[in-house]
């Protein structure tokens, strides 16, 4: 399975457990995890589905090694912070208990992103296509 592929799946799991987040809250009229909600949402899901983007659309053959530390650094440090914040808001445990939790997997995204944009600079080329190849037919 490529990165492009692998990056779909995680970003639509992080879509499901976001919208179940959220759904919880409707139902339950207590909305203490909106922020672990909307952290589900766009680091877990918009972000996992843009990196699959980058991968299905500009990068052409990037290092393995580093595509799947940066993968692999991502989903990591994502579901450190995501559980860090659902425990946080969900009074799992104490914000002092979290916080080295929370700042590893705050960094862990950060390096991740830092990776994902070497691999831009170094190995984007949107494997060899044109500007026109890659526009909607009729644009």
Do not use: C
């Not at 987040?21 to 972000?47: E, K």
């Amino acid at each position: 399975m490529g990165f492009d592929r692998k990056y779909l799946v995680w970003a639509l799991a992080y879509a499901v457990v976001g919208m179940g987040v959220g759904i919880y809250m409707a139902a339950s009229r207590n909305h203490a995890q909106f922020v672990a909600h909307a952290h589900i949402l766009l680091v877990g899901f918009v972000v996992s589905f843009v990196y699959g983007l980058i991968h299905r659309l500009w990068l052409h053959q990037p290092r393995k090694a580093i595509a799947q530390t940066q993968f692999v650094l991502h989903q990591a440090a994502t579901v450190v912070l995501l559980a860090g914040l659902l425990l946080l808001y969900g009074n799992g445990a104490s914000e002092a208990v979290l916080e080295p939790f929370l700042g590893i997997g705050a960094i862990g995204v950060l390096l991740a992103m830092l990776l994902m944009i070497f691999m831009v600079i170094r190995y984007a080329t949107a494997a060899g296509a044109t500007a026109s190849e890659l526009l909607p037919p009729g644009a």
